[in-house]
C-alpha cells in the first residue's frame, strides 16, 4: 500500500472512533466507510514485469481511450491515452528502463481526463525516458477529481521497466507518446495495468545503427 492511504485511513478510523463515542456508533459509520475507502484505493500491487526487449510497458491501470497518430514539435508520435477511473489503482511506472532527461510540471485546468482538450490544457506532470536507443514521453495528467500529481524521480535518475515512479490521486489520465513506427499492440477500450501489459514495442535496429554508427566514427577517426 502506498504510505499515504495509512494517513487518510487511521486518521479516518480515528474519526470514526471518535464521532462514535460522543454521539452513538451509527454516526461514525460514514468516516469508517471512507476509512475503508481510502486504504483500498492507495492500495500497491505487485506486478510481473516483462522482460522482452523492446517492450514498452504501460505506466498505469485503466482503459485505453485513445490511440492514434499525433504532431509533437513537428514530428508524428503515437499516443496512447489510459483513463484512470477511482477504481484503478493509481501507482505509475515506467514505461521502459533508461534515464529520466526531463520532468516538466504544467500548471493547468483540471477538466475531465476523457476529454481531447486535457491532454494540452489539463494540470500535468511530463516525463521524458531515455533508454534502449529511444525517447518516450508519458503524462501524469489531472482530471476533474485530481488534484494531486506525485512524482519521486529527477533528472538524470535510472529507472527499469515497470519501477514506481509516482501517481496521481484519484480520477485522472496517463499519455505516453512513442516512435511513429512503434508496433501497437493495445486498441480502444482495453484494460491495462501497470508494469504488467505491453502496450507497444520498440525496434532494437534503431540502437543498432547508433552503435554501427558511433564505431564507424572512431575507426574513421583513427590514422
Do not use: C
Not at 502506498?2 to 478510523?13: E, I, T
Not at 459509520?29 to 510481473?48: N, S
Not at 500529481?149 to 489520465?173: A, L, P
Amino acid at each position: 500500500m502506498v504510505r499515504d492511504g495509512y494517513y487518510y485511513g487511521f486518521a479516518l478510523l480515528g474519526v470514526a472512533v471518535l464521532v462514535g463515542w460522543l454521539t452513538s456508533p451509527a454516526w461514525g459509520v460514514p468516516a469508517l466507510v471512507l476509512a475503508a475507502f481510502f486504504l483500498w484505493f492507495f492500495r500497491d500491487p505487485e506486478r510481473v514485469i516483462p522482460a522482452t526487449p523492446g517492450a514498452v510497458v504501460s505506466p498505469a491501470d485503466g482503459k485505453v481511450t485513445d490511440v492514434s497518430t499525433v504532431d509533437v514539435e513537428g514530428a508524428p508520435r503515437r499516443r496512447i491515452s489510459i483513463f484512470l477511473s477511482v477504481f484503478d489503482v493509481h501507482v505509475n511506472r515506467s514505461p521502459i528502463a533508461g534515464v529520466i532527461r526531463d520532468v516538466r510540471y504544467q500548471r493547468g485546468q483540471f477538466g475531465n481526463a476523457m476529454g481531447e482538450q486535457s491532454a494540452q490544457h489539463n494540470e500535468q506532470n511530463i516525463v521524458t525516458v531515455e533508454g534502449e536507443g529511444h525517447t518516450i514521453v508519458f503524462k501524469q495528467i489531472a482530471g476533474l477529481l485530481a488534484r494531486r500529481i506525485v512524482f519521486h524521480k529527477h533528472i538524470g535518475d535510472t529507472v527499469e521497466r515497470g519501477q514506481r515512479v509516482g501517481m496521481i490521486k484519484f480520477g485522472s489520465r496517463t499519455d505516453i507518446l512513442l516512435d511513429a513506427v512503434a508496433n501497437v499492440q493495445v486498441k480502444v477500450g482495453d484494460r491495462v495495468k501497470g508494469g504488467a501489459s505491453v502496450l507497444a514495442y520498440v525496434s532494437s535496429q534503431r540502437l543498432e545503427l547508433q552503435s554501427t554508427l558511433a564505431s564507424q566514427g572512431r575507426s574513421g577517426g583513427q590514422p
